[in-house]
C-alpha cells in the first residue's frame, strides 16, 4: 500500500467521449496541445509533476528568500554534499540549465562525449557546445522482451574501444545515465558504473553521473545486484556517487519537486569556471536560479526520496500496473522499471505502417476512450520523411510511454489505465492510423499536426 494517505486533493477533471473528441480534433491530434484540464489521468511525464510532502511544505514555508547565503542554502547544501560527497555543489533551475553550464566548462569544441544514452536536452547540450553525442547501450538493450537486469549499462568493450582509438576525436566526458532514460528507464549496475569509471580513469576522462534517477536506480540495484541485496539505497546511492568526477541532476525526478536541478564536482578549478557561467546566466551561486522555498523542498525530498518504504511502494505499483497490462496481453519493454512503463505498439497494431504512426494511433486511442495522456516513442518521434511524405527512416520500435508521477496517483487509477488498455486490446484492427499534415523541423513531436487516416494500412 502507498506509505502515506491523503491530505489534500485536487478534483480530476471527467469529461465525456464527445468533449474528448472535440479537444483532440482541435489540437490536430498531437496530445502536448491539450489543455491539462482536458486530461483525466495525465502520464506524459514523471517530471516536476511529483506531489509534495506535508514535509516539503512545511520545509518552504520556514525557507529564507534572502538574495546571498540564505539559511535555506546552507540547509540544502549540507543535504547535497552529504549524499553526494562533492565538495562543489552548484544549484540550478533545472537539469538542462545544469547540462550547459556544465558543457560549456568541460567540453572542448569538436570533441565526443560518449554515454550509455544521452537524454535528447543532454545531447542536445553537447551537440550546442559543437561536440559530437555517442550512445553505446549494452547489447542486451536491444531485445525488448528479455528480463536482463540491467539493460540501462553502457557496452564496455564499445566504451574501451571508443577511448582508445579516440586520436581523431578525442573523448572529453563519458555521461553515464541513471537510470537511462533513453534506453526505456532500465537501471545501470553498479559493476558497470565501477568497470566505466575505471576506463575513464586510466584514459584521464571524467565521468560525469546525469543522476535523475539516482535513487530509483539504487532500489534497482538493491534488488537485482549480487551482492547488494543488504544495502540501503541510500548507501548504493552513495557510492554511485562516489564513483563518479561528478553529476548533473535534474531534481524534477528524484528530488520530488516541481523545480530544481543542481551540479556536483570534485574538480575545485571546473567547479569555478561553472561558478562564473552560473552567475551570469542563472543566479547568484547561493540560489542559481530558484527561490530559498525551492532549495528547501529539494533537501527535503532528496532525503525522502531514499526511503525504502517510498521506493518499494513505487516499484509495487509500477509492477502492479506492469502485470495488469501483461494480462490483456499488451507487451511492455521488460523487465518494468519504476518511473514509466513503454507499451509496444507496433505490436499490439500490427496493421499500422510505422510511417502510420501505430505508437501516435495508440497515444489517441488512450485519451480518447480513458482521458489518458501519454508520449509516442516512436517513427513520429524518431523518424523521417523526404518531402513528398515518403518514408526514409523508421524508429527501431514504436513505443508508448506511460510515465508515473512521483505519489500522485493511486492504483485504482491505475485500474483504469489498465482497463481502457484492455478495451483497445480487445479489437486492435479498429485502431487506425495517421498522417502529418504540419510540422516544425526540429523537436517535431512537440508540435506536429496530424489527421486520421480512415482506411487502414
Ligand atoms: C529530465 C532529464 C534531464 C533534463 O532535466 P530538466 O530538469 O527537464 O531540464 C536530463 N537528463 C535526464 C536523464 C532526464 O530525465
Not at 34 to 63: P, Y
Not at 71 to 84: I, K
Not at 108 to 133: I, K, M, Y
Not at 211 to 218: G, T
Request: glycine fraction near 8%.
Amino acid at each position: 500500500m502507498e506509505p502515506y494517505r491523503i491530505k489534500v486533493v485536487e478534483p480530476l477533471a471527467i469529461t465525456t467521449r464527445a468533449q474528448r473528441e472535440e479537444a483532440l480534433k482541435r489540437v490536430a491530434y498531437n496530445p502536448f496541445d491539450l489543455r491539462a484540464d482536458e486530461v483525466t489521468i495525465d502520464l506524459l511525464s514523471d517530471s516536476g509533476t511529483g506531489a509534495l510532502s506535508a514535509a516539503q511544505l512545511a520545509a518552504g514555508m520556514n525557507a529564507d528568500e534572502s538574495y546571498a547565503g540564505s539559511r535555506s542554502f546552507y540547509r540544502w547544501h549540507a543535504v547535497v554534499s552529504e549524499l553526494t560527497g562533492y565538495p562543489h555543489i552548484l544549484p540550478t533551475h533545472q537539469g538542462r540549465a545544469a547540462e550547459r553550464i556544465l558543457f560549456a566548462a568541460l567540453l572542448e569544441p569538436g570533441s565526443t562525449v560518449l554515454s550509455n544514452t544521452h537524454f535528447d536536452t543532454t545531447r542536445a547540450n553537447v551537440e550546442l557546445t559543437g561536440c559530437q553525442a555517442r550512445d553505446l547501450p549494452c547489447a542486451e538493450a536491444a531485445d525488448l522482451d528479455s528480463d536482463y537486469p540491467f539493460k540501462g549499462n553502457i557496452d564496455l568493450s564499445a566504451l574501451q574501444q571508443a577511448l582508445e582509438s579516440a586520436q581523431e576525436s578525442p573523448v572529453s566526458a563519458v555521461v553515464m545515465t541513471i537510470t537511462n532514460n533513453g534506453g526505456g528507464g532500465q537501471p545501470v549496475s553498479m559493476e558497470n558504473l565501477r568497470q566505466t569509471a575505471e576506463l575513464c580513469r586510466r584514459h584521464n576522462v571524467p565521468m560525469i553521473l546525469d543522476a535523475a534517477r539516482f535513487a530509483e536506480n539504487a532500489w534497482l540495484v538493491t534488488r537485482r545486484e549480487p551482492g547488494y541485496q543488504d544495502r540501503t539505497p541510500r548507501q548504493v546511492s552513495e557510492e554511485a556517487f562516489g564513483l563518479a568526477d561528478g553529476c548533473i541532476m535534474s531534481a524534477k525526478k528524484d528530488g520530488i519537486v516541481h523545480i530544481g536541478g543542481f551540479i556536483g564536482l570534485k574538480d575545485p578549478e571546473l567547479a569555478e569556471k561553472c561558478n562564473g557561467l552560473l552567475i551570469a546566466t542563472e543566479g547568484f551561486s547561493t540560489y542559481g536560479g530558484l527561490a530559498g522555498r525551492d532549495l528547501d523542498m529539494m533537501a527535503q525530498g532528496l532525503l525522502e526520496v531514499t526511503e525504502p518504504t517510498y521506493l518499494a511502494e513505487r516499484a509495487e505499483a509500477a509492477n502492479y500496473l506492469a502485470e495488469r497490462i501483461r494480462a490483456v496481453g499488451v507487451d511492455i519493454v521488460e523487465p518494468a522499471g519504476l518511473h514509466a512503463l513503454y507499451l509496444n505498439a507496433g505490436r499490439l497494431l500490427p496493421h499500422i505502417p510505422p510511417h502510420q504512426y501505430p505508437g501516435t494511433a495508440l497515444v489517441c486511442e488512450l485519451y480518447l476512450r480513458g482521458g489518458i495522456r501519454s508520449a509516442e516513442l516512436g517513427s513520429l518521434y524518431l523518424g523521417e520523411e523526404d518531402d513528398q511524405g515518403n518514408p526514409v527512416k523508421s524508429a527501431p520500435y514504436e513505443l508508448v510511454r506511460l510515465a508515473l508521477p512521483r505519489r500522485v496517483y493511486t492504483r485504482s487509477h491505475y485500474d483504469h489505465v489498465a482497463q481502457t488498455l484492455a478495451d483497445i486490446a480487445k479489437d486492435p484492427s479498429s485502431v487506425h492510423g495517421y498522417r502529418i499534415v504540419g510540422q516544425s523541423p526540429i523537436l517535431r513531436h512537440f508540435s506536429i499536426q496530424l489527421e486520421p487516416v480512415k482506411s487502414a494500412g
